[in-house]
């Protein structure tokens, strides 16, 4: 099969150019340790936006009247309501769930803050406004090492404060039919972390992030090898031979995923040992290295593209980096981006960045090593990112084989 | 099976407004060393890749065996470019396996032929050194090598013994006879080096500004300008040049005369012997001669005589 010896011959260039082989591996790692000291122990200023909510309130009736009542199911509208001061911005963007997917949502960070009504919620508000000392408590869950989680978590318990407060006074002036001036604590608010985040930094958001982008960095080292082997003749070479595209294209492929799984690999270790609190076992990076050895095929397939219209080596490189590193802060590697929700498919909200086969790559990949999740909590993403690895991979066989496999035109 | 084994008629390329190649008509005989002469840009590297199959013509086609160039078996032409074409990273013995697989040689086969190629090229014993490594004349012969590690019929060398030292250009000089001589193969040569087109090919096609000027053998070629010599001189006064051209013209002792940058050649049949009528001749013009020298009649001159210039490079 002339695409192992393809391989063979790539592998044998990757191994044996040792300044770019360096090069390669330790260009992100330059990155993860930047990144690491920067954001290791420091928060990001992000506006809080979306908060799942639970809603457990199984309601009560009101004395006297026998009017059947919800306060969770009100307080839900009100935080759906609720907007900034002198704003019409509303502050959250609530996301009604149940509690699993709001962990989802949460390790996602699709969502900044969980809020957990309680089944007593109403009853509880009702009894302290008729003057029993009951309260309730309302759980704020979050990744507490994300700056987006504190920023909502303050507003919120300002807003629970304010809620009770004139809620409970409200139903006791109806109840007394006489003003009140001071009320009872009806509810309390406890702060509950993500299970596995409780000593998060940024950073261990953060390394995931780094890891993908030096998996979609791989396109710009083979987009400028190809483009080499067209720039030099070799490929004009192997034009002539027996040789089809997919044995050169595939042939290529092969050493590259290796390195995609070296990175992931290399990268992994660098960032635990400057703070990234890996989860999970050793099953958490056979999983890590899978889904980024997949993203390494859609970066070669996007290395094919970039050299399929570049003229020169230098000019691929430039051209790779012009479309690599957008597309990395796309994917979210860096920070968070605004929610762009395109569609809906099997249940799940489609963002628009998650037209890139990277953004899954991320996501499973924040999901296996940052929050220990394991094979069925990414088995979604990582279907995601093989559909969309697979039509990038025979875009790019497709316009590489026409546009540098064919006689010039 | 026919006398030729490559042909292309009315082959024609353009590159936006600039002509390349126009309407090249030629046939290349089975077994023959076929020279391509002509200057740097003269089209025949275009010509050359048109011919492998390369490059599309813009019109006009090319035949391989009676069989148009875009259905024939790839594996039946080998091309060693005027460019170093060779993977840097990897060994000699590595490099001509690869080619070999990708020609579908079979693994055992593929090591014997690149073991020859090597010993026949003076390489053995770089087999295991990585091209990075190699000499220029080495990675010329291995260059060399690449296009010939499938056993082709058609072997095109496109300008083989640019920047080779003169021990490496005998080296190949005598494959490139090897190749014809004993494995029967046809070699498609382009050079602008006239003594290399002279001295290896069986045929010349002058080419320039991409169109064929002549075809013929190296020997019909020279005496077509005249057998024997060429007295090159200067006249003190080159106004005059147009009429003392005029005047040996005359003269029956000579085949020709032309001017060429501002000098005159005149040629002749032994020359030396017919130098005091031609003296005499110019004398008569009212001219005295700056400088003179009597040479041999060589391709340059063939070419000299066609195209009115000398090799652009």
């Not at chain 1, 019409?88 to 390790?107: M, P, R, Y």
């Amino acid at each position: 099969m002339k695409f192992i010896s393809i391989a063979s011959k790539a592998a044998k260039e990757l191994l044996r150019d040792r300044r770019g082989l360096i090069m390669i591996l330790l260009f992100p790692m330059f990155f993860m340790l930047v990144f690491g000291f920067a954001f290791g122990g420091m928060g990001q200023q992000d506006e809080p936006h979306n908060l799942a909510v639970i809603n457990y309130d199984q309601g009560a009736t009101l004395p006297g009247t026998g009017e059947n009542l919800n306060f969770g199911n009100n307080f839900t509208q009100v935080l759906k309501d609720i907007k900034y001061q002198d704003s019409n911005v509303k502050i959250f963007n609530v996301n009604q769930t149940n509690l699993n997917d709001a962990n989802q949502l949460l390790k996602q960070r699709k969502a900044d803050a969980a809020v957990i009504i309680p089944e007593n919620f109403t009853q509880s508000i009702l009894s302290s406004a008729s003057g029993s000392n009951s309260t309730t408590t309302v759980i704020i869950r979050g990744d507490t090492g994300y700056i987006n989680f504190g920023v909502s978590q303050g507003i919120l318990t300002g807003i629970l404060g304010q809620y009770q407060d004139e809620l409970v006074a409200g139903i006791k002036s109806q109840l007394t039919r006489t003003p009140v001036q001071r009320v009872s604590k009806a509810i309390e608010s406890k702060v509950e972390s993500l299970p596995g985040t409780e000593s998060f930094t940024n950073f261990d958001f953060l390394a995931p992030g780094m890891i993908v982008f030096a998996i979609i960095l791989l396109a710009t080292t083979v987009a400028s090898t190809l483009t080499r082997e067209v720039d030099r003749g070799t490929l004009s070479r192997l034009k002539l031979s027996k040789m089809r595209s997919f044995d050169f294209l595939f042939g290529n492929m092969i050493p590259w995923s290796f390195i995609a799984a070296a990175q992931v690999i290399i990268l992994l270790g660098v960032a635990m040992l400057i703070g990234f609190k890996w989860q999970g076992g050793l099953n958490s990076i056979f999983l890590a290295v899978l889904v980024g050895v997949i993203g390494g095929i859609a970066s070669v397939s996007l290395g094919m593209i970039i050299a399929s219209f570049a003229r020169n080596d230098r000019q691929a490189a430039n051209l790779a980096t012009i479309i690599t590193v957008p597309m990395s802060f796309l994917t979210g590697a860096f920070f968070q981006l605004p929610h762009v929700i395109v569609a809906n498919i099997m249940g799940q909200p489609f963002e628009i960045y998650e037209i890139l086969p990277w953004t899954h790559v991320l996501n499973a990949m924040r999901t296996v090593l940052t929050f220990g999740g394991g094979w069925s909590d990414i088995a979604y993403q990582v279907g995601w990112t093989i559909v969309l690895t697979a039509l990038l991979f025979f875009a790019g066989i497709l316009i590489f084989s026409r546009t540098r496999l064919q006689p010039e035109s | 099976m026919s006398e030729y084994i490559i042909e292309s008629q009315d082959l024609t390329r353009d590159f936006g407004d600039f002509r390349a190649v126009d309407k090249l008509n030629l046939k290349i005989k089975r077994g023959e060393v076929f020279g391509f002469l002509g200057p740097n840009g003269a089209g025949k590297t275009t010509s050359i890749r048109m011919m492998v199959g390369l490059l599309h013509p813009t019109s006009g086609k090319v035949l391989i065996n009676g069989q148009n160039i875009n259905e024939v078996e790839k594996a039946s032409i080998g091309i060693c470019p005027q460019e170093l074409v060779l993977w840097d990273n990897l060994t000699p013995n590595e490099s001509l396996n690869l080619m070999g697989d990708m020609y579908g040689i079979p693994k055992k086969e593929r090591q014997m032929r690149a073991e020859k190629l090597l010993s026949d090229l003076f390489l053995t014993d770089k087999a295991k050194t990585q091209v990075k490594d190699l000499s220029g004349g080495m990675k010329r012969r291995l260059n060399l090598a690449m296009a010939l590690v499938h056993e082709p019929e058609i072997v095109v060398l496109d300008e083989p013994s640019e920047g080779l030292d003169p021990q490496s250009r005998r080296v190949l000089w005598n494959y490139i006879r090897f190749l014809r001589d004993d494995d029967g193969k046809t070699v498609i040569l382009t050079t602008h080096l006239m003594d290399e087109a002279d001295k290896l090919s069986d045929r010349i096609a002058i080419i320039d500004h991409g169109k064929l000027l002549r075809l013929d053998t190296p020997d019909n070629l020279k005496k077509e300008i005249g057998e024997g010599d060429v007295v090159d001189m200067k006249l003190s006064d080159q106004s005059k040049n147009e009429t003392v051209i005029a005047a040996l013209k005359d003269l029956d002792e000579i085949d020709s005369v032309s001017e060429i940058q501002g000098r005159i050649n005149v040629y002749a049949l032994d020359a030396v012997g017919k130098l005091p009528q031609i003296m005499s001749k110019v004398e008569d013009s009212g001219v005295k001669i700056a400088d003179l020298s009597v040479r041999q009649n060589t391709l340059e001159d063939v070419f000299l005589d066609l195209t009115g210039t000398t090799l652009r490079e």
